[in-house]
T-cell receptor, first 113, second 112 residues
């Protein structure tokens, strides 16, 4: 039973437009959420995170929104660039800063020039 | 080194053979994690080492899987009597006591 769900396996967006990647979770005890980006043949790299006490965190073109009541978070990339094409994983963690991350299955983003 | 190093990068093995996958974490990182990604799946947690504490083995899929971390540094993931369903990319990550996971590039294991 998946605790972190990314229901869209793929997303295609035109360069310059907004990309919105969605993630739902089931465990209300998660207190930290992260997004990772993965290129083929490379390990995932950390992109942005958000604590459960916040509802928004912004870093340049990347913004993560958290809706705790809906157990939903989203990653917005604006403007999207071809170099953003990758697989994006949503992850959550219990109990603060230690322990294992629980990942979703990922969404493959393709940004068309 | 500057990053997490995994070896080999690719491994093809015959069904029934044992394999060892190696992870060199970032120096000074006390936490080390193993994950695997099977085709079309997300990252599946396998095992977690934190300092000198007993490892969290709750993600290991069967008793054919084991892992060690020697001297609080290098880790080896061993899969005995490999099966075709073990084919996946095995990823290692390390972090300091916080959330700063850094992943290696992974070992792509193919069991034929």
């Amino acid at each position: 039973d998946q605790q972190v769900k990314q229901n869209s396996p793929s997303l295609s967006v035109q360069e310059g437009r907004i990309s919105i990647l969605n993630c739902d979770y089931t465990n209300s005890m998660f207190d930290y959420f992260l997004w990772y980006k993965k290129y083929p043949a490379e390990g995932p790299t950390f992109l942005i995170s958000i604590s459960s006490i916040k509802d928004k965190n912004e870093d340049g073109r990347f913004t993560v929104f958290l809706n705790k009541s809906a157990k939903h978070l989203s990653l917005h990339i604006v403007p999207s660039q071809p170099g953003d094409s990758a697989v994006y994983f949503c992850a959550a963690i219990l109990g603060g800063s230690q322990g294992n991350l629980i990942f979703g299955k990922g969404t493959k983003l393709s940004v068309k020039p | 080194g500057a990053g997490v190093s995994q070896s080999p990068s690719n491994k093809v093995t015959e069904k029934g053979k044992d394999v060892e996958l190696r992870c060199d974490p970032i120096s000074g990182h006390t936490a080390l994690y193993w994950y695997r990604q099977s085709l079309g799946q997300g990252l599946e947690f396998l095992i977690y080492f934190q300092g000198n504490s007993a490892p969290d083995k709750s993600g290991l899929p069967s008793d054919r899987f084991s892992a060690e971390r020697t001297g609080g540094s290098v880790s080896t993931l061993t899969i005995q009597r490999t099966q075709q369903e073990d084919s996946a990319v095995y990823l290692c990550a390390s972090s300091p006591t916080g959330l700063g996971y850094t992943f290696g590039s992974g070992t792509r294991l193919t069991v034929v």
